[in-house]
């Protein structure tokens, strides 16, 4: 986690599962890593249900833009998901691709 802090400048970011529970993460003290785990578990749920609905397969991850950030939650296997929320100024492709690899290594485990 603190290697996205230091290669993406992440202002948070966490393994979650998929029920909303931090698993591990680097998030600012002033946030609340409960609501924080819960609502990114959601915001994928969210979009799995509405890919169902279409039945175009499952989400591979969700992208939320702000002025300020990104926030890229990327699916880690069926019980997790790890979340990153970087600058607006972040190589967003990079970093997906990053968290998409410690997605890979999250599912053996």
Known sequence: ?????????AFASAIVSRDGLIMAGDIPEEVSSETFGIMCATL????????????????LGVIVESEESMMIVV???RK???????PREADC??????????AETIKII
């Open 80 to 86: 997790a998901l790890i979340v990153a929320v970087v």
């Open 93 to 102: 492709e990079a970093a997906k691709k990053k968290l998409e690899e410690l």
């Open 1 to 9: 986690m603190r290697a996205l802090r230091q290669d993406f400048n």
């Open 75 to 77: 699916g880690a296997g």
């Open 44 to 59: 994928l749920g969210a979009a799995s249900t509405a890919h169902s609905e279409l039945r175009i397969g499952t989400p």
